[in-house]
Structures are given as structure tokens and as C-alpha cells.
């Protein structure tokens, strides 16, 4: 079992064919997951591209996630909770600063995955919008979005499986009003064996 | 007056403070939008960043598009017609194999967006999903997501406001559903003075 502290990100290797479990160990806490092809960087994570193929806002069990090359990345084997938003970008400083108001110094999970992914000679710019695991976006006919607090409880996991070599990014998100207020960890497993 | 014949694309700079107009000449045509930073192409347009920063699902008059860094790129001035998409990333060969079982080539705006780009050094991994004028993308509480014609009528248009020097880029899109079933041109102006 891997640890994400909160308010922080890790990033590693998936391979074709193994398995990733996203676990949310307290309840209420978002990851923020972006995805890149491990043998050409070029390819990665795509909201668009994956809204358009599945055919729905809300991604969750037995959809994929598609590529900007329209390729499946992964396939989503299991969803406990089955809430998850991919709409909005990863918080980051310009979200402090035009949706909070805050100026200082603030974690984010833009920081999290590009400082994360670094190692990988990913650069900020080439961050995608994320897929944002358990959390809460709400919807209506007019288009109003409202970020409300994320409907998983405590032991609440997705289980993906990689459909080609992947660099995946996880974070534990640093958003206030994403994560009900309080900042809790992630974890995560990599699992090699049929499940 | 500048024409995009049907099925084609075009690209070019919008400078700070100059307005682009955005023509349905015929009605139930729909236009691929994407931006670049012209004095530095790594930013560009988010659709993560602007519904974010708009909190809603629906960009209309008074909404600003915002880039990957978190700066405004556009303001909208007006739009007559008041219904676009910025869920669905633009049709690619992969959108015609996967969606409407065409494995013969298809014109496509990812391939007009990358061909009419490629002078200004942006290359097709680099084209995010882009900001669909006139596009009638329906969706419901269940998140199920619906490619109706466009509501657009003869002569509808949308006036944008560069809020940087841009690297614009514009199709007549090629996808069938998407166009209630026949291409027809887009046109544009670029207007310096006050309108």
C-alpha cells in the first residue's frame, strides 16, 4: 500500500496490463490523476476525448479513459463510490487566487502532479485536464456548476486497469471546497495478479 | 469578409483589443475553436481552466476562455445563437473510425486545426480540445451526452475580444451529426475599431 500525505502527489509506472487502486482511507478526500503514454509523452489524458467516446459526463465503472491521440488508456474495472468529475481543471495557484481569494502561498494539485512528473520530463504546460477521482460536481440543465463535498466514505477505491504503458500522476487534492473542508491522504496499490 | 470553405480550416493572429466575429452564413454549421499565446504557444486554451472559472458548463456572452495557465485568452462580446460546446474535443480520424465506422479517410478539424497551425510551429499533440461555436451538445442529470443539429439560424455570429495576442484557429467542421447532416462554410472578420 502506497501513501499520498495530504495536500501532496506521487507518480510512477503503470504497465499494459496491471492494475492501479485508487482508495479514499478516510472518506471524503479527491485525487486529481493524469495520465501519459511511459513511451511517448506526446500522448496523454484527454477529457474531450474521452467525454466524446463514452458519451457522458460522469465516467465511472466499465468506461475508458481515451487518449488526445484517441487511444484507451485505461479501463475503469470497478467504482465503489461512482461519483467522479471531469470537467474542471486540477486546482492550482490561479485557482486560489480567482476563486478563493487567496494570495500566499497555497498547495495545489497543478504543483503536486508537474513537480510529481518532473522527474519524467513533463513540464507544467503539458498537464491536462485531470481525471478528478470521488469528486463531487454537480450539474443542471443550464450548465451552472457547483463543487460540493465528495459522496465516497471511507474505504470508497476505483480499480483501473492499463491498456498500454503509462506514466500515471495521483494527488491528494489541496482544494477546500473539493474535499469538504479537510485535507486527508490518498492511498494507492499496484496489483500484478488478476483481481 | 474571410471565408472557411466547408470542411477546411484556417489559422491566424488576433492581437490584444481586436475583435474576431465568428459567421453561421447558412445556419446549423458548427466552428472548432482553438487558441495559442502568439508570443508563446505552450499556453493555450483550457477547457478545464474555463469551466472552471466560469463554473458553468455552457460559454456564452460575458464568459471569458481561459488558458492553461490561468489567464484570460478571449472575452465573448456577444453571441446570438448562445448555444456552444467545450465538452467534445474536435472530430479526428479516430472520432470517424470509432463513432461512425469510417475507415476511409474523412476530413476532420483536428486535421484542419494541425494543417492550418503548422506554420506557427503547434503540432497535433499540441491541439487542445477546442471551444465549439454552434455546437448543440444536450446533455441530462443522468450525464448522458447528445450531438443534436445546431440551433444556429442563418447569420447568427459570436464576437470575441482578444484579451492577449492570440494564434487563433477555425474550421467548418466535418463531422456529419454534429452539422445536422451537410457542410456548409464558416465565415470570419477580424475588427479592429470599437463595435
Redesign the interface.
Known amino acids: 500500500m502506497n501513501i499520498i500525505k495530504k495536500q501532496s502527489g506521487a507518480a510512477f509506472k503503470l504497465f499494459k496490463g496491471q492494475k492501479l487502486k485508487v482508495i479514499d482511507p478516510e472518506g471524503m478526500q479527491v485525487s486529481d490523476m493524469v495520465l501519459f503514454n511511459a513511451n511517448d509523452i506526446?500522448?496523454k489524458l484527454?477529457?474531450?476525448?474521452t467525454?466524446?467516446?463514452e458519451?457522458?459526463?460522469?465516467i465511472t465503472t466499465n468506461h475508458h479513459l481515451w487518449s488526445?491521440?484517441?487511444?484507451q488508456m485505461m479501463r475503469i474495472i470497478m467504482d465503489t463510490n461512482g461519483r467522479n468529475d471531469f470537467?474542471?481543471?486540477?486546482c492550482?495557484?490561479?485557482?486560489f487566487?480567482?476563486?478563493y481569494n487567496i494570495h500566499d502561498y497555497h498547495p495545489s494539485c497543478f504543483e503536486n502532479l508537474y513537480t510529481s512528473l518532473a522527474p519524467y520530463g513533463i513540464?507544467p504546460?503539458d498537464?491536462?485536464?485531470?481525471f478528478n477521482i470521488f469528486m463531487n460536481v454537480q450539474?443542471?440543465?443550464?450548465?451552472?456548476?457547483?463543487v460540493l463535498p465528495p459522496l465516497s466514505q471511507k474505504g470508497d477505491y476505483i480499480l483501473f486497469e492499463a491498456k498500454m504503458d503509462l506514466i500515471v500522476a495521483l494527488t491528494a487534492c489541496s482544494a477546500e471546497d473539493s474535499n469538504g473542508g479537510t485535507f486527508k491522504p490518498i492511498h494507492f496499490e499496484i496489483l500484478d495478479e488478476m483481481v
Open positions: 506526446g500522448e484527454s477529457s474531450g476525448k467525454l466524446d467516446f458519451e457522458t459526463i460522469l488526445n491521440r484517441g487511444s470537467l474542471l481543471a486540477p492550482s495557484p490561479e485557482t487566487k480567482i476563486m513540464k504546460d498537464i491536462p485536464t485531470a450539474f443542471g440543465q443550464d450548465g451552472k456548476l457547483k
